[in-house]
T-cell receptor
Framework: DVKVTQSSRYLVKRTGEKVFLECVQD?????MFWYRQDPGLGLRLIYF???????EKGDIPEGYSVSREKKERFSLILESASTNQTSMYLC?????????????FGSGTRLTVV | AQSVTQPDIHITVSEGASLELRCNYS??????LFWYVQSPGQGLQLLLK??????LVQGIKGFEAEFKRSQSSFNLRKPSVHWSDAAEYFC??????????????FGGGTRVLVKP
């Protein structure tokens, strides 16, 4: 079964810490995405990547960065965590060659910043 | 720019009753449309999708959706809900471009509660 795996289900971090959220997919997908999900706001795109070492800002990139050194791995980095970054973070991947493929999602990481 | 509106934040339905979730999109060309479901504490699972052809599409778990271009809508329906259908449902639109990124834009979601 194809999978998108997020390394942690729950994380608690302190304000000011540097936080790494990891995502790995085993489907050889070109595209990978990071979203945050907040009640009433749905999913908002933080960053996406369409190839190794390529990245594009989404709708809410401030306070975040990303890294994609290998095709299967896409990392989200909170440079200095703040309480307003407490959220559910969802990673997804998709195929560029099949526009109607849609996304495959990971199970999410619920991050709490205290 | 593409956008999606789900007008209903919460819907409560009795088990065995029918369910309809509304989705309105804004996009300049023929959109690629998706419905996803998220069970508590889980990621999103694809229910169904539309990109061309028959405007009534069937999905998993007994769900169907109808694309109405004139109304810019893609409403999700199920004739008889089960308690396991309690979840949050997201509508999404994509440009369907065979190119870098191929981003989806999601609506705010509708949370469905099922009464016994």
């Amino acid at each position: 079964d194809v999978k998108v795996t997020q390394s942690s289900r729950y994380l608690v971090k302190r304000t000011g810490e540097k936080v790494f959220l990891e995502c790995v997919q085993d489907m050889d997908h070109e595209n990978m995405f990071w979203y945050r999900q907040d009640p009433g706001l749905g999913l908002r795109l933080i960053y996406f990547s369409y190839d190794v070492k390529m990245k594009e800002k989404g709708d809410i990139p401030e306070g975040y960065s990303v890294s994609r050194e290998k095709k299967e791995r896409f990392s989200l980095i909170l440079e200095s965590a703040s309480t307003n970054q407490t959220s559910m973070y969802l990673c997804a991947s998709s195929l560029s060659s099949i526009p109607n493929y849609g996304y495959t999602f990971g199970s999410g990481t619920r991050l709490t910043v205290v | 720019a593409q956008s999606v509106t789900q007008p209903d934040i919460h819907i409560t339905v009795s088990e065995g009753a029918s369910l309809e979730l509304r989705c309105n999109y804004s996009y300049g060309a023929t959109p690629y449309l998706f419905w996803y479901v998220q069970s508590p504490g889980q990621g999103l699972q694809l229910l169904l999708k539309y990109f061309s052809g028959d405007t009534l599409v069937q999905g998993i778990k007994g769900f169907e959706a109808e694309f109405k271009r004139s109304q810019s809508s893609f409403n999700l329906r199920k004739p008889s809900v089960h308690w396991s259908d309690a979840a949050e449902y997201f509508c999404a639109v994509g440009a369907g471009i065979k190119a870098a990124g191929n981003k989806l834009t999601f609506g705010g979601g509708t949370r469905v509660l099922v009464k016994p």
